[in-house]
């Protein structure tokens, strides 16, 4: 088979690291974007109200994520994220008024572990190796069957971090998939752990610099493009119908659907995708944080969880947040300030702030759900799935959306090989 044009729908960072392989292997790539913008679920705008650009939720990425760092490299844009240089994780307990920083080795050796003051709060060396039985989780298992929900280092850290990366509450989320994660972050030592954010913003460090880098390889990008239907014949793809236009594929062309996992089950009946997601509740406040030495802090027993501190803003994540999203703004505002305020020392009324709800944020990362989780593979010969909720083996993040881009690329380009 020859080399057609592949077709990359959806541009999510999924779609973009599966366009950007592509491209990178010589091909001629199509990206098509349903809505006006790029980045998906990882995307900044400005925002009137504030005056200024936000995220639409504070992404938070590691220094094992190689496939993102790989991903920028490519399109020039390594130099876009920033975050403290050492593996160090502030954390505030507002019930007891107490702070603490876990603050790993640089090396693979844990030896912090032996440091009263770089481990939580009131743990133990020996309390940290309960970890250990994520890693041989069974596949029903979840995180709050295999560690102890009633220690202080399950509320100090486990609990956090389980919530933070499965976006799931712990009684149901996966202990397997947490233990997937722990392997990568703290198999790689200290230098895997290291926090990294976007410097300006997700689509400055994420999207623009990959959409730039397309077009200088002559990619086409067509934003505003929805599919809404696809023909197939004799199992191969033949025709996407996208609102606008219909495309008509030569024999040798290949798609990538990189939509979220609803969009992609409508389009293909009888895919089988996962089903349940999770709320993610971000609020942004107006602040000036020219003072603030931190660049973010965990909460321990508030409804703030994760506290970000940019430019002119403090924002909050909160997730698994499904409790949260019916209630309205004008009364999370205030609720969510009172944690912040406390954590830096503030006195007055919120200022001005902007919530913002992701009600689908990523899929429930539940054992029931990661069975559902579809391979890169279809039945249709030409069309491959990427997204973060296919099966990459990891949870909803950035990491596993570039991942499943690049695999879906691969798998492109081994077909029209053969
Ligand atoms: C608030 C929030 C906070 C998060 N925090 C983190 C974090 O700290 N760290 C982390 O690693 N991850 C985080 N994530 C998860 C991360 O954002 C996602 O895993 C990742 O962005 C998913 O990328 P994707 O390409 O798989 O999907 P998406 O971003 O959903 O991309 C799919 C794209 O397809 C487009 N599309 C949909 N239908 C059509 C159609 N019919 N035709 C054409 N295009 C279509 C959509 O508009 C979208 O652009 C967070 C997510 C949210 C929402």
């Not at 990178?24 to 705008?45: N, P």
């Not at 486990?158 to 990366?165: H, T």
């Not at 895997?192 to 990008?221: H, M």
Request: charged content about 20%.
């Amino acid at each position: 088979m020859t080399q057609g044009r592949v077709h990359v729908v959806g541009a999510g960072l999924a779609g973009l690291s599966a366009a950007v392989e592509i491209a990178q292997s010589g091909r001629a790539v199509t990206l098509y974007e349903g809505s006006t913008q790029a980045g998906g679920r990882c995307r900044s705008y400005f925002d009137a109200q504030l005056g200024c650009r936000i995220d639409n939720g504070n992404h938070l990425m590691l220094g094992c994520n190689h496939a993102i760092l790989a991903y920028l490299s490519a399109v020039g844009a390594s130099d876009t994220l920033t975050g403290p240089a050492k593996p160090a994780f502030p954390f505030y307990d507002l019930g007891t008024d107490e702070r603490w920083t876990v603050a790993m080795s640089a090396g693979r050796v844990p030896w912090w572990l032996f440091q009263k003051r770089h481990r939580v709060l009131a743990s133990k060396p020996s309390d940290y190796l309960e970890a250990l039985r994520l890693l041989r989780a069974p596949a029903g298992a979840a995180v709050a069957e295999r560690l102890n929900p009633d220690s202080l280092l399950f509320r100090r850290l486990w609990a956090p971090l389980a919530i933070a990366i499965l976006n799931t509450e712990p009684e149901a989320a996966s202990a397997g998939l947490l233990g997937a994660v722990f392997a990568e972050m703290f198999g790689a030592g200290g230098a895997g752990c290291v926090p990294l954010l976007p410097r300006e913003g997700l689509s400055e460090s994420l999207v623009d610099p990959a959409l730039k880098w397309l077009e200088r390889q002559g990619a086409t990008i067509k934003l505003g493009a929805r599919l809404r239907a696809l023909t197939k014949d004799k199992g191969r793809a033949s025709i996407l119908h996208f609102v606008e236009e219909d495309v008509v594929l030569a024999e040798d062309d290949a798609i990538v659907l990189a939509v979220p996992a609803p969009v992609a089950a409508s389009l293909l009946p009888g895919l089988v995708a996962p089903d349940d997601f999770r709320a993610i509740v971000n609020a942004h406040y107006r602040v000036d944080t020219g003072r603030f030495d931190q660049s973010f802090v965990g909460l321990i027993g508030g409804t703030a969880e994760w506290v970000f501190v940019k430019p002119g803003l403090l924002s909050v994540t909160i997730s698994a947040a499904d409790r949260l999203v019916d209630t309205p703004a004008e009364e999370l505002i205030p609720l969510i300030w009172r944690d912040v305020a406390r954590t830096f020392s503030m006195d007055g009324e919120a200022p001005p702030a902007r919530i913002i709800k992701e009600k689908r944020a990523t899929f429930a990362a539940t054992p029931a759900q990661m069975a559902l989780r579809p391979a890169t593979r279809t039945e249709v010969g030409n069309l491959f799935l990427a997204g973060d909720w296919t099966d990459t083996g990891l949870p909803s993040t950035i990491e596993g959306a570039v991942r499943s881009g690049v695999t879906a690329a691969r798998a492109v380009c081994a077909m029209q090989h053969t």
